[in-house]
Structure formats: structure tokens, C-alpha cells
């Protein structure tokens, strides 16, 4: 008899899990293979059979099926766990290096029945009443004999061979396959199975423990514990305020010497892990009075986990609590100890005045160090671009390595070439010990300072792991994390890394300290508008440690104030009438600013600006030759037609401008030579890339040829001229100034007002939609009752918003401190009735976590934010519904003109009624989601097409501006 005799009747899935099943006692190893590959034959059933499950993705490979769409949203969140972890763990069975123990694999086979069991439930042809309701250890067979055990070598190879023997064997059932009429009969049988009124088996009722081994006993074995060892689970201490003065610690994790140095107290998901502090400390002291040494306290219910290392500063106490994405490898809680007895005062260590030779630098470097003295973990740092930052961070580093509070340091920066800039700095303070990421994750494990991009380090979070399944990096492998141009973008982006890892946080910004958002500040646990140390662009140019800027403003007036053809000068009709009219929808007689840059920058315009640079912008050499000059552009194909334009007036000049952007896969190289004063290019034409961090202190010209509307871009665009240069000029002659070179507006913007627009965390459109359609469930609800079209928008609306939900990944660590609150919305039922609390989580919380779901590229997205927006406006009769229905109405316009599309020739009617008024006004708000649907993806075709008119209407005029139609 087997645990798995219910899924003989699918014959083409019961001898894997049966196999599995007779291994676990014999070859554990071999087990878990074996249960992964059942596993991966039962999803691949659900994406054969089951058509909620079509279409497959064209990833097939396990790990991708488990976190599709169609996944996430058939399979109930409680057994999903289930799956992960038997994937997992059967991953660690071919590739890992450590023991699987035969208790390790039981628990695998364990929870492979619980999805098979599930499986079972929602397809049988029999009652259900005939599954078995427990898993029954007793049935797994004991070994008959000694039993030669696969190594991993083996596994390996066997891992290999099926899954070449599977690849064929799905080929020859697609050529034996019944008909499309059979395979759909058989799907539509399917159906009909788990159309009966169920709920889940009682079998995934889990109890505490099996919370535990599911989840706590799965990041213990990702920081390298054995929750099976000996003496770790349930370890028996005395001196507890209990009748019989016994209790049992959860987990104690034991250090080389035979001495605690930690202990965990587990709490099943359900009840608030803060429940456990107390009786953890209890532990401790019990530990701490059998083995004459605390160990570090863990609390957790498996989704939130707290360190609390209340001896780290004996006699006068530790930090508090504080909440953590996992737990410490050996070698991090050993030296957690450690440091109790051997850190030193920060405040009594050197500072090198040959290496910190700024007397703002050493303030700065002892406010940190003040700071994390007095119990504080993080601080910000606000510094003028060109004041080094940098060269701060790296003594803040190497003293705090040296006193012992901190061997290893991550440095994270937003640019490749940032990294590489970052890594020369810290090599003079720190030499032999610094690893680049970017390079590869050899070594960097061992490395004294890892310097990283964002992005590359939430791909290693997420996924990179060493040899015998640990992570390459755990939460407690860094002491110190570095957060360059700490602003809000990044806050918004990236914060779940400063979550990830327990470090003390240092952040550094150029931006303004009035301008900094105030999220970022509470980040670093600062008060808003008052950072740890602050120095001023005005002060570094006051103490000679930078220069200034000389702006010039050559913005045409016509930018400013739109264009009338009956305004114009004679010598400006002439030239207004040689425009190409064509390419930018036909002859106008009247141009709004919002609409100027949907043409502006041609031929003719681009051609001046490049004169008036190559005239006026600051010369060397004698005044021969031009200065290092970075031109702004707007976007790729401007810059991209910023230097054509040169090279066609300038021929002569080769390799004299360049474009420098993400585009370009070799960018860093031309980074490298536009910082040679001697070499090409002189002009690096920049979307972005040069905008923050990179340091030519021979830029003496900054060209604004795009429209810029946040301060704090602004700020750091001019601090690339900043820095000091001796002898620019010749022998004896300093650079004194640079030059701003201005033709989009905006010094005037900022000096009239020089607040610029209001600091704040700009949500994604993909999040503000989200939050919009919130807002109409809660118009809509009360509605429901009495209103048959606002009881089907409701139904489809709630079916977009839980497909969403469904999508985000419960696994990703971003998600996991969300988990309980993302999973009471997994159930498309709970949707039906949210209460107002409801709505408060899902507009705070779970708006903003990343989903699989989208809805289509940018312009997409901006149309659907606009249906949902009418939608709202139209049900909630505000003022804004005129506004937002001639938005609509401009994009019809625009698409009218693409009837040579045949996407777009089909909805001419649709499009037609829509630009008249009375049509478009007696649109329903369902009439309005079933044009939403047809018409978003020819919003993304336009785009696909090379013009951008139809986004610019959806993003307004401030943000049209920023994305020209070239002629």
C-alpha cells in the first residue's frame, strides 16, 4: 500500500511519486529527486489538461511554471508552498552539496502529497470521500536490504537521462494524441470535475509543526543550519518560570566550540511573532546560565523573523529588537559574539588626515560614527555633488573595519560606470579586498567590500546560491551597506535590499536637503529636512572646493509662449513656412507650448543649438578648441539625431560627439575616453547616463536640450561642471567656472520658482491604476443591488484586480514581510465584499508589489489608467469627466490618422464615435471597459510604430515634452 495509491488512476503519474516513496528510507537523496520529477509531471498534466491553465508558458521549465500566471491563480495559496518546497529541495538533491537526510526526504515526500492530494481532490472521477484525509508515515516501506546510495554525481546524471527520456516521450504522445475534438472533450471533462462545490481537502489544515518545517526549518537551510542535527530542534533547558521549571527551545544553532550562539522561538503563521519575544528571552537566560554565554535571540512565525542581541553591548545593553529577512550563517553569529568582547570605540580611532584632507569630510565622518555609538543603525549623509561622497564613505569603511564593527561592506550605485568609479576609490583605502559584482560572483563572497549596480544585486538576492543550497549572500553577510544618490527614486525601486540585509545603512545624496523626500529620511531613521551632516553647493564654492556655475538662457521665446503665425516676423513666416508640415500631422496656424516639442526639434532647430554651442560654450586649448561639453537629449533617437546633425555640420570633427546611453553596450568604454582630456569624444550627447555620479572635472560646458521639471535632477545635472580642474587653461590657469547652456526653459523655471515642483515618491502607473480601480469598487459596491451594470463592471473589475494579486510571487523577498496580507486576497470570493480596511491594505501594501500580470507596454498602461479614471469621473459626476473625455477624444484623433493600419481601419467606427460628442456622452461606463480592451493594444501599435503622439496625450503636456517626433 502507498501514501500516493490515489493517483493510480492517472497511470501516467503514480510510479514517480511511488518511486519516490520507496527511496525515502533507503537513498533520501534519490527520494527527493525523484519527488521533485512527480511533482513536474503533475504540473505539466495541469497545463495539458486543465484549460484554465492554457496557455503554457513558453518557459516549461519547473521553476516557471510555478510562478506563472495561470499557477498563481488556479493553485490555492496554501498548497503552493508545498510545491516550492519540494522543488526546492529536490534542486538541492542533484546540485547541492550537503547530506539529505532520510527525515529531510520524508518531509519532501510529505509535501508532495499534500499537492498530489490537492491535485486529487480537485480531479477525480471517484468521491472524494475515498481520498485519504493524513499522510501515514507507516506506509513508506522500510529498505528491504542495504541499499547502494546515488551520490549527487549520480543523481545528476539520472536527472539528465529522464529528462531526455520525458522529452521524448512527450514527443511520440503528441503524435499519438487523440484529435483536437477528443483533447477538448476530455478538457471540457476536466472542467466539469472541478466545477463541483469543494473545499479544500481537510489534509491541508497544517498544524504549527509542519509551519515550521515548511517554512522556518527552509531558511535555516538557506543559512546553512541543519534543523535535523543533533540537539537543535526542541532542546531541553531548566529554570523556566514553568511548574515543573522545564521547558524546550524551539531551535538552538550551536557554534564549532559545543556553545549556543543562537536560539530561535517559532510561532505558527497565525499568531504575531512579537508573541515570542519574551518567552525567548527566557531561553537565553536559561542558555545563558548552563553555558556561560547569551546567545543571540530569533523570533519568528515564518513569514517575519527578529534578531534581538541584547548582550551586544554588555553591561549597558544592545539594540532593540529589530525585524530581518532571515537568519545568520556560523561564521556571522561567531563573530556576532565576538564583537561583544573585541570592538573598539569608534570615536577613539584616527582619521588619516593625508588620506580625509577636507575638514567637512572628518565632520561628516564623525556624525556617522557619533550616530551608530549612540545605538543608531542609520544615517544619511547630504553632500554636494563634486564634495566626494565617495571618498567619504570609503575612511567611514576602513575605520569601522578597523574597530571591528564591520568586515564586510557593500557599496550600491545606479551606473556600471559609478561601480567601476567606486571600486578605484575604495581600492586606496582598501587594497586587495574589493570586488566588483559586475565582473562575476567569484570571490565575492570572501571580498572585504562588494560593489554592486541595484539591479544586480535584486537578481543575486533573489536568486544566486552556493555550493549545498545557501545563499551567496544571507541578510547577515554584510555589516555596512552604502547607498549612493540615496533619493527617491531609489527609495522606491530598491528598498526591499535594505530590507533584505541586516547592516547598518549609510546614505549619501547630492540632492538638496530641503529637497530630499521625505521617505528617504525616514529610511535612514532621519528626521524630515534634517540629515545626519549637510554641505551645500553654496558652501563648497564659498570654501573653494568647487566652482560655480555661469548660466546663459537661449531659449527661443516661442518655447515659452507658444507660436501664432500672425505673430511672427516676416524673416519667421519664411522660415515657419519651410517646414516640412507632413511629418508632424499637417499645417498649423496656432502651436500651445504642450505641443512645441512634438516637432520643435528638427533640423533647423537642432542645427542652431549646435552652432550656438560650438560659439559660445567655454573654449581650450588657446580658445581653439571647445571644452568638454555633455549635451542633455530628451530621449535616444534626439541624442541619436544631435550628433547626425553634427557630423553633417562639422564633418571635419571626427569623433568629436558622441551618444552615450544604455543603448549602447560598450557605453563604459566611451565613459572612460570622454574622462581622457586627450582623447575623443569632446561632446558626450547623454540620455541619463551622465545625468548623476560620474566625475570629468574638465567639463566646462552643460548643454540642456530637454525640458526638466524635478530640482533635484536638475541639481545633480549641474554638478557635473562642479568639480575643480588646475591648469584647464594652461600653466597657472584654474578652471573657475563652467557654463550652462540653456534652450529648454529651464533656468527660467527654476528661478521663478526655484522649489521646483513638490518632492515626492512618483508611483508607477501600473500602482496608480491599481488604486483607481480600488476607487471605483468602492463607488460601485453600494451599487451592486440595484444596478445590473454596476454589478458586471464590479465582477470585472475584482477579476483584474485578484488576477494582479494572483501574480505576485509569494516566494520573492520582497514580498515576504507582505505575505499574510497578499494571501487574504489570493481567493477571487474575498473580493466581493472588502471592507473599508481591505481597501486601506490594498491601496498601502499590495498596490505596490511587483506582479507577473501587466497589461501591456507604457502606452498601455497610461490608456487604461485613463478608462479607469473616466470610469470613476463619470460614476462620481466630477468635473474632471470633460477633461478626461477630450483626452480620449485626442487619442481617437490621432489614431483616425493610422487608418493605413489595418488594426486600426477595423475600429474607424469605434474611433469615429468616439471624437463625437454625443456618441462618446452616451457611452456607459461598461461601454467605456469594452473600448478600453479594443483599443489599448493599437495605442501600443502607434507607439511600436516609432510615433509617441499617442502616449504624450496620456502623460500631459510636461511629460510629452520629454519624448519628440523627429522629422
Known sequence: ??????????????????????????????????????????????????????????????????????????????????????????????????????????????????????????????????????????????????????????????????????????TLKGQLAASQAQLAALQARVKGRKARASVLPPSLASSEKATRERLIDVLLREAGWEPGDTNVREYPVSGMPTGSGNGFVDYVLWGHDGLPLALVEAKKTSVNAEDGRQQAKLYADALEAKFGRRPVIFYTNGIKTFLWDDAAFAPNGGYPPREVAGFYTRDELELTIQRRKTRLPLTDQAIDNAVVERVYQHKAIRAFTERLEARQRRGLLVMATGTGKTRTAAPISELRQRAGWVKRVLFLADRQALVKQTVGVFKKFIPGGVHNLLDGQHGADTARVVVSTYHTMMNVIESAQVEGGEKLFGPGHFDLLVVDEAHRSIYRNFSAIFA??????????????????????????????????????????????????????????????????????????????????????????????????QWLFNKDTVDKVLRDVMESGVKVEGGDILGKTIVFAANHRHALYIVERFEANFPHLHNFARVIDNYDRYADTLIDDFSNYSKQPTIAVSVDMLDTGIDVPEVVNLVLFKVVRSKTKFMQMVGRGTRLRPELFGPGQDKQFFNVLDYCGNLHFFSLNPDGFASSVTEPILQRTFKKKL???????????????ALALYGRTADELCARVQGISLHSFMVRTHREVVEKYLERSKWDALTDLDHADLARVVSGLPSSVQTGDEGARRFDHLISSLQLARISSTRDAPKLQRRLQNIAENLSQKANIPDVQAQMGLLADLQNDVQLGAMTVTDLSELGHKLRGLVSLIDQGGSRRGVHRLRGSTDRQRHPVFP
Do not use: C
Open 500 to 597: 533584505y540585509f541586516d547592516a547598518y545603512l549609510l546614505g549619501l545624496t547630492a540632492t538638496p536637503r530641503d529637497e530630499v523626500d521625505r521617505n528617504t529620511y525616514r529610511l535612514f531613521d532621519m528626521e524630515d529636512g534634517v540629515p545626519l551632516f549637510s554641505y551645500s553647493l553654496e558652501e563648497a564654492v564659498e570654501g573653494g572646493f568647487l566652482v560655480p556655475p555661469r548660466g546663459r538662457d537661449a531659449t527661443p521665446a516661442f518655447l515659452q509662449r507658444g507660436i501664432r503665425y500672425a505673430d511672427l516676423s516676416e524673416e519667421e513666416k519664411d522660415e515657419y513656412d519651410q517646414i516640412d508640415w507632413e511629418e508632424v500631422g499637417g499645417r498649423r496656424e496656432e502651436i500651445t507650448t504642450g505641443e512645441i516639442n
Open 1 to 170: 500500500m502507498s501514501n500516493f495509491a490515489f493517483l493510480q488512476e492517472w497511470p501516467d503519474l503514480f510510479p514517480a511519486a511511488a518511486l519516490a516513496e520507496s527511496y525515502v528510507r533507503g537513498d533520501p537523496r534519490t527520494a527527493t529527486f525523484h519527488a521533485r520529477r512527480s511533482l513536474e509531471q503533475v504540473v505539466n498534466w495541469l497545463f495539458t489538461n486543465d484549460p484554465d491553465f492554457a496557455p503554457k508558458p513558453y518557459d516549461t521549465t519547473l521553476n516557471a511554471l510555478l510562478r506563472s500566471d495561470a499557477y498563481m491563480r488556479n493553485v490555492p495559496s496554501s498548497v503552493q508552498p508545498h510545491a516550492d518546497i519540494v522543488r526546492r529541495e529536490g534542486n538541492l538533491a542533484v546540485h547541492g552539496g550537503r547530506e539529505i537526510t532520510p527525515q529531510q526526504a520524508l518531509a519532501t515526500l510529505r509535501d508532495l502529497w499534500y499537492f498530489a492530494n490537492w491535485f486529487a481532490w480537485e480531479y477525480t472521477a471517484q468521491e472524494r470521500t475515498t481520498l485519504p484525509a493524513h499522510f501515514d508515515e507507516a506506509l513508506v516501506p522500510q529498505p528491504s536490504s542495504e541499499v547502494a546510495r546515488l551520490t549527487r554525481e549520480q543523481v545528476e546524471a539520472l536527472s539528465e537521462r529522464l529528462s531526455q527520456e520525458q522529452a521524448e516521450h512527450e
Open 775 to 789: 476607487e471605483l469598487l468602492q463607488v460601485l459596491a453600494p451599487r451592486r443591488a440595484v444596478d445590473p451594470e
